[in-house]
């Protein structure tokens, strides 16, 4: 499960996307707080898809969440129970579709006796483009509020993913989008959708496993 990641720059995310962010979001990510997903908008009538990239809380805000803190809970929506559990599945059947871009994820390493945060990333050093769900939430004044929440697969038998989290405990990682499928994955109908949570191939992928200060 992915509780921290980095977004990228706003230069990385325009010359990966070709999108300029609608507002400010934050670099260093955790449930509840700013970051920055592509979605496409909801077309009216005969005009054509528009893709953007929109701020939004990280952790899905189901319209009856009480409050942003909610998110703390739902950063993650694990694909076997995402079309069942009441906090995902209105925006998993309305194929609420979003792309995180993330410059690195970060998971426990527990190899060396105690955990350590380590840093996966692409080789190449492009962007993830992480599947998600995204979902518009009110607050208490009555403003619109975007959410965003990152798809999560089984990770047995991964070569980098299988490192991480606790001994004996299951491991899962985020889905990772090929480039080539990422406007496949905006505009796929909820039928379509499970054909995209695979796993990222391991030799695309690096984890460096971080020294403490």
Not at 9 to 29: H, K, N, T, W
Not at 60 to 81: I, M
Not at 159 to 184: C, F, S, T
Request: glycine content about 8%; proline content about 8%.
């Amino acid at each position: 499960m992915c509780s921290h990641y980095e977004a990228p720059s706003r230069e990385q995310l325009v010359d990966a996307f070709g999108l300029e962010p609608e507002g400010q979001y934050e670099i260093d990510l955790w449930p509840g707080r700013t970051g920055v997903m592509i979605r496409n908008l909801v077309p009216e009538g005969d005009e054509p898809v528009e893709t953007v990239a929109s701020t939004g809380v990280f952790g899905l805000l189901p319209f009856w969440a009480k409050g942003k803190s909610y998110a703390r809970n739902t950063y993650n929506a694990r694909s076997e129970t995402v079309a069942t559990l009441n906090s995902y599945r209105d925006a998993w059947k309305k194929s609420k579709h979003c792309i995180i871009p993330a410059a690195a994820i970060y998971e426990p390493d527990w190899r060396p006796g105690k955990p350590r945060p380590a840093r996966i990333s692409r080789k190449d050093g492009r962007l993830l483009g992480i599947a998600g769900l995204w979902e518009t939430w009110k607050d208490s004044a009555g403003e619109q509020v975007h959410s965003f929440t990152m798809l999560t697969i089984n990770a047995d038998g991964h070569e980098v993913m299988q490192n991480y989290h606790k001994p004996g405990a299951e491991k899962r990682m985020v889905v990772i989008l090929p480039a080539g499928a990422y406007r496949d994955w905006l505009s796929a109908r909820p039928e379509e959708s499970r054909e995209f949570l695979r796993q990222y191939p391991a030799d695309r992928l690096q984890g460096i496993t971080l020294e403490p200060e």
